[in-house]
């Protein structure tokens, strides 16, 4: 079973700074890997997948890298509306990562 | 635009059954896979199930498998979930999507509440 680590639980930050979640899998995955957005009372959003492609409809702040077992998602420059909890899956099993909540500091 | 439009939640006993159905609109729906979601009230996502756009390659969550099913009725744009011995642990909130490339999910509904509660 392959496992996701998200880190780190909770992330603070203001508008305008830059944010980097992490998400490491336990094994090897290749590029097998999409981040989504979930806000409060809504379903998740498509952000990337494959580790690097920006979903459509996606702004260009929202940026993926990372290959085998290391990835992370950037958001160069927070919006409001970024606020929100960030999730990490991959391919076998279609596992999530537990989350990120990235907060207003 | 694609739509999908969960129903068949409610409050059930432990034990019961429930059907869940997701109606899908906007896309052929009988070439993509399609998968179920859920998250327990304050918890992460739980991914549970999908099926194959044909219906021949199923897969399920070790917490639902031998209690969950999936089915799809291509003709009717319509995908199921027949929810049998639910426990308390199966309340949560429950999503269909659309499945892309093999794993990740394109398109989400806007979720159905299963409450499993005597």
């Known amino acids: 079973e392959i496992v996701l680590t998200q880190s780190p639980a909770t992330l603070s930050l203001s508008p305008g700074e830059r944010a980097t979640l992490s998400c490491r899998a336990s094994?090897?995955?290749?590029?097998?890997l999409a981040w989504y957005q979930q806000n409060p009372g809504q379903a998740p959003r498509l952000l990337i997948y494959?580790?690097?492609n920006r979903a459509t409809g996606i702004p260009a702040r929202f940026s993926g890298s990372g290959s085998g077992t290391d990835f992370t998602l950037t958001i160069s420059s927070l919006e409001p509306e970024d606020f929100a909890i960030y999730y990490c899956?991959?391919?076998?099993?279609?596992?999530f990562g537990q989350g990120t909540k990235l907060e207003i500091k | 635009e694609v739509q999908l439009v969960e129903s068949g939640g409610g409050l059930v006993q432990p034990g019961g059954s429930l059907r869940l159905s997701c109606a899908a609109s906007?896309?052929?729906?009988?070439?993509?896979?399609m998968a179920w979601v859920r998250q327990a009230p304050g918890k992460g996502l739980e991914w549970l199930s999908y099926?194959?756009?044909?219906?021949?390659?199923?897969y399920y969550a070790d917490s639902v498998k031998g209690r969950f099913t999936i089915s799809r009725d291509n003709a009717k744009n319509s995908l199921f979930l027949q929810m049998n011995s639910l426990r308390d642990e199966d309340t949560a909130v429950y999503y269909c999507?659309?499945?892309?490339?093999?794993?990740?999910?394109?398109?989400w509904g806007q979720g159905t509440l299963v409450t499993v509660s005597s």
């Open positions: 899956q991959q391919r076998t099993l279609r596992t």
């Open positions: 099926i194959d756009n044909s219906g021949t390659n199923i």
């Open positions: 999507a659309r499945e892309r490339g093999h794993y990740y999910l394109q398109d």
């Open positions: 494959d580790a690097s």
């Open positions: 906007g896309f052929t729906f009988s070439v993509y896979t």
């Open positions: 094994h090897f995955i290749g590029s097998d």
